[in-house]
């Protein structure tokens, strides 16, 4: 069911209270936001600096290229496909060379994080657990983290296989509204800012975390490692994709000032909330942002007892979540300078 013109109105309002707490805290030119960013990008998380801070540095206004057009069918299995993998003794990767799903393994069945494209989902997630060892059957909750088709795309095949589909609000709106080729999966659970989701011994606690859409949700998972637990910030929705489409997104009520705001600000809140969690690993729905190009092949090559290639340190991902709100703030310095 779509949101009430004034249930619209009343969230777009609430949303703008934490806009200008933000933007009464963004002090400073786009190149000292942007200093701040690369400082705390450091050598880790250039992909993350890549599809925020580089589409905001000056010249303002440099449009990025379009996106080419699509081709018409899936692509080709050996672009995309990737080998699933065990990660943590309770997370696997089941997802593709550039878009992730993860599973999460409990006592009484999978919480799958995001479903990537209905085009791969069957070969990844479905046949990468049957490889791994797992039933595909058990998939009992299915989260996902925006209404992108990269994430939403095989949510329909999976809920048509059992799995209940978990998605804010706003983004169960923004795939019924949305154009698309996949089977849609109808709306199911509709996740509440702060959620747990409880499924046999494990819980993993939801966040709305509004700027890459208006519902994204960010994740804290509990995961172990040799039976020594960690938990792990999931950061749902990365690039400024207003920047690189803005038809998608810029509105009179909704200019690029109101994304870069809402963005700053959910990326602030998930950092204090991932640094209350004690949250020391990072994972993400695209393989770019938390290394898993080079972090799988590592943990296949790791020695026992050796350091977890993911196991990154509590102050790591509260740079990598600094990186994302002073980039966002860089961008709003950006529309105020030109405004």
């Known amino acids: 069911m779509r949101l009430s013109r004034a249930a619209e109105v009343v969230a777009v309002a609430l949303l703008a209270l934490g806009a200008g707490a ?30 925020t801070c580089d589409l905001v540095k000056p010249p303002a206004g440099a449009a990025p290229a379009a996106p080419a057009a699509a081709a018409s069918g899936p692509p080709a299995r050996a672009t995309w496909h990737a080998e699933p993998a065990k990660v943590f003794d309770n997370v696997y990767f089941v997802g593709q060379s550039e878009y992730s799903a993860w599973a999460v393994t409990t006592s009484a069945g999978i919480i799958l994080m995001d479903a990537i494209f209905d085009y791969s989902v069957e070969d990844e997630v479905v046949n990468g657990l049957k490889a791994l060892g797992l039933d595909p059957a058990q998939i009992k909750y299915v989260v996902i983290s925006h209404a992108h088709g990269d994430h939403v795309g095989g949510a329909g095949f999976l809920q048509k296989r059992g799995a209940r589909i978990v998605m804010s ?17 109808t709306r199911d659970i509709v996740a509440t800012d702060g959620q747990k989701l409880t499924l046999g011994d494990t819980t993993v606690t939801l966040y709305i975390t509004p700027g890459h859409t208006l519902g994204t949700i960010s994740s804290l998972i509990p995961v172990k490692d040799g039976g020594r637990p960690h938990v792990a ?30 963005y700053a600000a959910s990326a602030r809140r998930f950092r204090d909330v991932a640094a209350r ?34 196991v990154v340190g509590k102050d790591a991902v509260r740079r990598y979540l600094t990186v994302a709100d002073e980039c966002a703030r860089a961008g709003l310095a950006t529309t105020a300078a030109t405004h």
């Open 277 to 310: 969690a004690n949250a020391d690993v990072l994972l993400s729905n695209h393989t770019n942002f938390d290394g898993s190009k080079t972090k799988i092949p590592a943990l296949r090559a790791r020695a026992p007892g050796a350091p977890h290639p993911y």
């Open 22 to 51: 933000v933007a009464a805290q963004t002090q400073g030119s786009v190149d000292d936001h942007l200093t701040r960013a690369r400082a705390a990008s450091g050598q880790d998380f250039d992909a993350l600096y890549g599809v």
């Open 169 to 185: 609000a706003a983004d169960w709106d923004l795939m019924e509204r949305t154009k698309a080729d996949y089977l849609k999966p």
């Open 233 to 262: 910030a999931y950061w749902g929705g990365t690039a400024f994709n207003w920047v690189r489409g803005p038809a998608q997104y810029i509105t009179p009520d909704r200019p690029a000032s109101f994304w870069f705001t809402q």
